[in-house]
T-cell receptor
Framework: KNEVEQSPQNLTAQEGEFITINCSYS?????LHWLQQHPGGGIVSLFM???GKKKHGRLIATINIQEKHSSLHITASHPRDSAVYIC?????????????FGEGTQLTVNP | GEEVAQTPKHLVRGEGQKAKLYCAPI?????VFWYQQVLKNEFKFLIS????????ETGMPKERFSAKCLPNSPCSLEIQATKLEDSAVYFC?????????????FGPGTRLTVL
């Protein structure tokens, strides 16, 4: 069983829909990151959070430490949001801040 | 610089040849991380540095992989005697400081193909 699991693996939506991607982890963490990998391969850090909720534009990330669960929401989705969204955690038992990654969610937003 | 730079973008090697990848972290960042992405979404941590010192090397295959971060030079990841299974995209990331609450900024990656 992976330490970080994401769902769904693939998600197809119509433009304008509200998107939710989920991440569950089975170990103690210090922080959780949401990353976006573009079709060309580049990786962008979207959020880093250890509690509560963060919002940036149309993106919202939440985390529930007790339930070991985080969600990434995209409001008013757009075709340019099509990418792989990756949840990654910094485990509290490891030294430093190396990340352990989920398998990613492939999001396709159709016009 | 303002972005993590990685060179080369693509690297093709015959099995058994050496491969060397480079990473220039963002200026002022003292931590560098190397990750290997095999297949589409499978990331593996390799090694991290605090300035020129190895910070965490628990992910490194010790036999053929080595890495350095020397002062005033790009960091490097070297694979001696490459194998087919080394084919992957290698990402470098840097962060301003260590600890779990620091954002990591990723480079564009180097795609290594071993034939």
């Amino acid at each position: 069983k992976n330490e970080v699991e994401q769902s769904p693996q693939n998600l197809t939506a119509q433009e304008g829909e509200f998107i939710t991607i989920n991440c569950s982890y089975s170990v103690g963490i210090s922080a959780l990151h949401w990353l976006q990998q573009h079709p060309g391969g580049g990786i962008v850090s979207l959020f880093m959070l250890s509690s509560g909720k963060k919002k940036h534009g149309r993106l919202i990330a939440t985390i529930n430490i007790q339930e070991k669960h985080s969600s990434l929401h995209i409001t008013a989705s757009h075709p340019r949001d099509s990418a792989v969204y990756i949840c990654a955690v910094a485990l509290s038992e490891t030294s430093g801040s190396r990340l352990t990654f989920g398998e990613g969610t492939q999001l396709t937003v159709n016009p | 610089g303002e972005e993590v730079a990685q060179t080369p973008k693509h690297l093709v090697r015959g099995e058994g040849q050496k491969a060397k990848l480079y990473c220039a972290p963002i200026k002022g960042h003292s931590y560098v991380f190397w990750y290997q992405q095999v297949l589409k979404n499978e990331f593996k941590f390799l090694i991290s540095f605090q300035n020129e010192n190895v910070f965490d090397e628990t992910g490194m295959p010790k036999e053929r992989f080595s890495a350095k971060c020397l002062p005033n030079s790009p960091c490097s990841l070297e694979i001696q005697a490459t194998k087919l299974e080394d084919s992957a995209v290698y990402f470098c990331a840097s962060s301003q400081a260590g600890g779990s609450y620091n954002e990591q900024f990723f480079g564009p990656g180097t795609r290594l193909t071993v034939l």
